[in-house]
Every structure is written in C-alpha cells, then in structure tokens.
C-alpha cells in the first residue's frame, strides 16, 4: 500500500508507492526526502533534469515478461561521452526493477543476488567474461559515471554529483547484466535482464501523449570561441558540436561552451545536409551530425563520412559513405560471439579486415562528447548485404550492426535534387549483383536438365528401339565360308550365317519399319594389335537405292616401362539416316594386314533410340549459362576480398609469386 508524507520544505504531499523506496523527490519544489522510518530528511534541492525528448515519464505504464508494472522515478547519469536515464519501476507483484534508456536503446533489469566473489573495479577488463543466472556475459563497457539529477521514487540515496562506477556485460543471446560499484569497490550490485524493444512493453500514458513540459529547453545560439561563426545547439541532449566553418569541435554540456579540438584540415561538406529529414525503410531519419572518419594502410589515408541521425523513438543510428557506398548502421542490441569469424542472429559473417578508424574532423550537433583523432580499434566482419563491426577502446567494446543501402535509396528518402555520385569499386558488404541471376539460372538448368532426363528415359522406354538384324563375321586376308563357319563358340544364338564373294561379306535380308528416321551399323570385333577397313553399303533390296560409308576398326596395346598402354577401340558404330521403309542388305567390303591374325566379332543392325552423346551436349549446352554467371561471380567476389585482410589467391597468382 503507498504511503504518504508531507514535504517539510513547500507542505506538498510526498507518495511512496514502493516500501523499497528510500528517498522521494518532491515535485513541486525539488526537495530530496528521505524517509527513515515514520520520519522524514530534507537533503536539500535536487538538481532539474535536462530535457532530453525522452518519450518516458513517471506513470508510464507497460508490461514485461507477462508482468505488468509502472515508473516511479528516474536517475539521469553523465559520464564522459554523453548523459542516459534509469528509470525507476514497481512491478505489480510488489518487486522493483529498473529500465535504462540511452541513446534510444532500452534494457530492463532486475537486482540479482549472487554469493560467488566477483572483481574489483579495477581489476574489470573489456572482454572478461562472467557466468550470471546461467548464461556467459562479457564485459563490453567500463565507466565511471555521477547523478546529474533525479525524479519520483527512489531505492537508495542519491543526488547532484553522486558516483557511479558500472560495467555493462552482455551475452550472445540478448542479456544484460550491470556490475554497479556506487556501494564500494569490492561490492558491486548486479542487475540481469534483457535488451528489449520499446514497443514490445505495450506503453500506456506515455509523454507522446501529453504536452510537452515548459520546462522544454528552447535551442541555445553562440559564436565559435574558435572562429566566431553562429552556432546553434537544438536541445540539451547534444554533448558535443562540431563547426562547419574551421572546424573546431565544441563542448556544450556546460553553459560556457569549451573548445574540445580543432581539424587541421578544411572541412567537407556533407552530401545529406545536417537537418536533413527523410523516411528510409519505413523510419523517419533525422541527420543531425557529420564526422569524417579515416584509417591508413601502406601510408595511404583512406576516408569516410559517418552521418549522426535520430530515428525512431530518438534512437540513434548510422549513415555511412565510401567511395558512394551506403550503410544504415545500429548498435547490435546483443553480444557477438567472436571466435574467428562471428554469429550474429544465427548468421555467420567472415572476418573482413581489421584497422585503426580515427577522427578526422566533425560538424554538427553529437549526443555524446566526440574528439579530434578520437581512436578505436575496429574489425569488420561481413555476410553480404550486412556487416558487424567491433570497435574497442580501452574502456569500452561496442559492436554496431549495418545494412547496405544503394544511393538511390538514400536520394529517394531525403529528396535530395541531384543524384548522389555512382559506388565506385566493390564494397566490403555490398550485394553480389550476379548472386540472383546465377541462383536463376541455376534452378532453370536443373528444371531443364530433370525434364531432358525425364524425356530422355521415356523414349528408351516407349519409342522405337530393336535390333533389326544380328551375325557373326570373321575378317582375315582370305576370306573363306570354312573359316567363317569354324567361328562360333560364342556365336549368338539365332544369328543368320553370312555369305562371302572374295573380301565382300553380304548379310540376309532384314526390314526396316517405315517410322525409322536412322539405322545403327555396330560392329564389335577382337582386333588387338590389328587394323580393318570397312567399306559400308545399305541397299534397298526393292529400290535399288544404296548408302555408303567408309569406316575402319583399330586397336593397338602393350606394354612400356613396366606400364601397359592401349589406344583406339575395337568396336565401331555408324548411323545411316533417313532411310526409308523397305527390305534391305547389307555388303561389307573389308581391307586388313595380309600378315595380320583374323579378327572375328559381331555385326548388328539396330533401330537406335535416343543417343546418350545428344543428352550429354544438351546438358553442356545448358550447363554454359551457370557456369558463366559463376565466373562472373566468382569474378566479383575476388574484387571484394582483393581489399580485405583475405584476398582470394587464384592460381595464376601464385604462378606469378
């Protein structure tokens, strides 16, 4: 049950809904209160929030793993790079928790009891990895942090400058978990929990809602300390901003705006104009800073532009541009399991390369406080058309996820009235541009090739196909009806006997079926080391119409070297096509060695069906299609990783080494 009391400041009335609460806000007059008991402590003013278009407010409402529960106060903390808020929540179920907002990134929490010893502050590195509720977490984050200000409800004691040294760990999985050191060096509190997504919590009496507050912060104009040009800053939440005119970048989370660094280059303009508003894949983007960003390989400076943009529910994001290659990028809301190459979401990304990225200059208005020659160590990995990248400092492991984006697109959402310039070369995680034509093709072959085979075995098996006529032949110098009759102890059964005239053989008759369009002559011998010639004629024995063909049979082996050798084949087929229907004969006129041994085999007129050869160059015929689009592929890909830590070594490259 809430519990009321009285502000001993202004008389207003104090409500503490949660009996885990410590310390109340007061809202009228800002008084810190702090119940102890049935009394009540006055710790003097607490300092105002800075406005910071937070769609989030005290009696926001939603619900999380079924739960539902409500924000009772808010702590805002500051540490080096830019300002995030804790929010302070009461479940229905009587337990506390807490949602941390930063830079449009929402992760809920809850406190965590744990009896195994854990590391002192110091002794935190990024990387270390610790075992919470079951799952592995690493340390990704490493700060020190104070309160700026705070709202509502409260679970401990808290004000203006109150410190705050916390890690952040994550998991491949999507946990959280935060090591808060605010209690000592040795005993840190931990939270575990998830990253979530804002509308997944089913908001009810947000801020988007209601009006805006008064309290609103109006823009705040001043000169450059360094050049003296106009400068405007649209809101509190900006740390730092960068002057397009010299170049310098400018503290302003204080009210005396301090020169942080100074390019020593002239500045380039952006290609998207800060203030730029457009609406890519369905968000709104609002660009509302620009930095240059470069890294050096062999002595040469390589360059590139990184667009700061707010988008939906003020979370930040990334525009990048190379050589007119687009990426919208986003910090990865989880853990990613680095060994080798990466996972992410279930996906595998190859290491691409790995560099040191520095700040080359900025303009325009920046959340968190950013630097000139601001270094971190970066590794990119790809599974096109997305990328992962890991940036490391020595208090801090950030991993960003990002997705190409054609220039096009990128005019298209922000209106821009002239083209952006063409992408020049291939990128790191640009899309193959052949990899959907060649899958195409791919399938269109294999649809192509399966019904060829289907046509194919059902001609063998319902088309005209036979022997038309079947003998036994002996070819030697002299041919004689004594030898001819001697061979046939592997003599075919039912096979016609053949007729000689001196070196001509004649075979009987036999009828060829009116829808034969070819015949098949197959002459199968036991030639070895031994040639015979063959002079081929089909007569039509009712015309008189005669086909002739010249062929010969040959085959030679033996053995060299300890090796055997064999050439040519002692077997011959031959078509003869367009043959009508009729009674034919075949003669066979055959020349050979005289010193030569007989050759004896078989002779068959068949009535061929389809040829397994036209399969075959059907098949390579089609198969030509893939097979280029593959080597354009492959051509593509080996641009790619020609830029990378991994080029694709061909073997013409290592014939050239």
């Known amino acids: 049950m809430a519990r009321t009391a009285r502000c001993p400041s202004c008389g207003a009335t104090v409500e503490f809904k949660s009996v885990a609460s410590v310390l109340a806000v007061c809202d009228y007059c800002q008084s810190t209160l702090v119940r102890n008991g049935e009394e009540i402590e006055n710790l003097g003013k607490m300092a105002e929030l800075i406005e910071d278009r937070s769609l989030l407010q005290r009696g926001a409402e939603g619900s999380w793993q079924g739960v539902h529960f409500g924000l009772i106060g808010r702590i805002q903390l500051r540490y080096e790079q830019g300002l995030w808020n804790e929010w302070h929540l009461l479940f229905d179920n009587g337990k506390s928790g807490w949602l941390s907002e930063a830079g449009g990134e929402y992760v809920m929490s809850v406190p965590l009891r744990v009896t195994d010893p854990l590391p002192a502050f110091s002794d935190l590195a990024i990387g270390q990895k610790h075992t919470l509720v079951g799952n592995t977490f690493s340390v990704t984050n490493i700060l020190t942090a104070e309160c700026v200000a705070g709202e509502g409800e409260l679970p401990f004691t808290v004000g203006a400058g109150y410190p705050a040294p916390v890690a952040d760990l994550r998991s491949d999985s999507g946990g959280f978990a935060t090591f808060d050191y605010s209690e000592g060096e040795d005993r840190p509190l931990v939270f575990v929990g998830d990253s979530v997504d804002f509308k997944s919590l089913g908001w009810a009496n947000l801020r988007e809602n209601i009006p805006i507050p ?3 912060v109006k823009a705040r104009a001043f000169n450059c300390p360094s050049c003296a040009a106009p400068l405007t800053v649209g809101h509190d939440k900006i740390e730092s901003v960068g002057c397009a005119s010299c170049g310098a970048v400018l503290d302003t989370s204080h009210e005396t705006v301090a020169l942080l660094s100074k390019a020593v280059a002239a500045v380039r303009q952006p290609r998207l104009p800060l203030g730029s ?12 800073g620009f930095m240059q960003r470069c890294m050096k390989s062999e002595g040469v400076e390589y360059c590139w532009g990184e667009y700061v943009c707010l988008g939906r529910d003020n979370a930040l994001l990334w525009l990048t541009e190379y050589e007119g290659h687009w990426n ?17 979401e279930g996906e595998n990304f190859r290491h691409f390369q790995g560099y040191t990225a520095y700040v080359k200059y900025v303009i325009g208005e920046f959340p968190w406080r950013v630097r000139i020659d601001e270094v971190a160590t970066v590794d990119d990995y790809v599974a096109p058309p997305r990328m992962v990248s890991r940036e490391r400092t020595n208090n801090e492991e950030t991993w960003t996820v990002a997705d190409y984006v054609q220039p096009e697109e990128i005019a298209t959402a922000f209106g821009l009235k002239s083209a952006l310039p063409d992408p020049k070369g291939v990128f790191a995680n640009q899309s193959n541009p052949h990899l959907e034509r060649h899958r195409s093709l791919c399938r269109r072959f294999w649809q192509f090739a399966g019904l060829a085979l289907a046509v194919h075995v059902l001609i063998l098996m319902l088309g005209p196909s036979g022997t038309l006529h079947q003998q036994n032949v002996a070819f030697s110098p002299v041919v004689s009806n004594t030898a001819l009759q001697q061979y046939g102890p592997g003599a075919a059964a039912g096979t016609t006997p053949a007729t000689t005239q001196d070196d001509t053989l004649v075979t009987a008759e036999f009828k060829v079926p009116g829808d034969t369009p070819r015949i098949e002559v197959v002459n199968d011998t036991t030639a070895n080391n031994n040639w015979v010639a063959l002079g081929l004629t089909l007569v039509n024995k009712d015309t008189g119409q005669a086909w002739q063909a010249s062929r010969e049979v040959s085959r030679y082996s033996g053995v060299d070297g300890g090796e055997s050798w064999s050439e040519g084949s002692a077997s011959d087929e031959f078509y003869f096509g367009d043959v009508p229907a009729g009674t034919y004969l075949l003669a066979v006129e055959h020349e050979m060695d005289p010193r030569a041994q007989p050759v004896y085999g078989t002779l068959k007129v068949n009535r061929p069906g389809p040829r397994l050869s036209s399969l075959v160059l059907l098949l390579l015929a089609l198969a030509a299609f893939p097979l280029f689009t593959r080597a354009q592929l492959t051509g593509f890909e080996k641009r790619r990783w020609d830029e990378s830590d991994h080029p694709i070594v061909s073997s013409s490259d290592d014939d050239d080494d």
């Open 214 to 216: 008064a309290i609103n």
């Open 328 to 344: 919208i990028a986003r910090v990865a809301n989880r853990a990613v399991r680095a060994i080798g190459d990466v996972t992410y």
């Open 277 to 288: 508003k457009g609406t890519l894949r369905d968000e709104k983007i609002e660009v509302i």
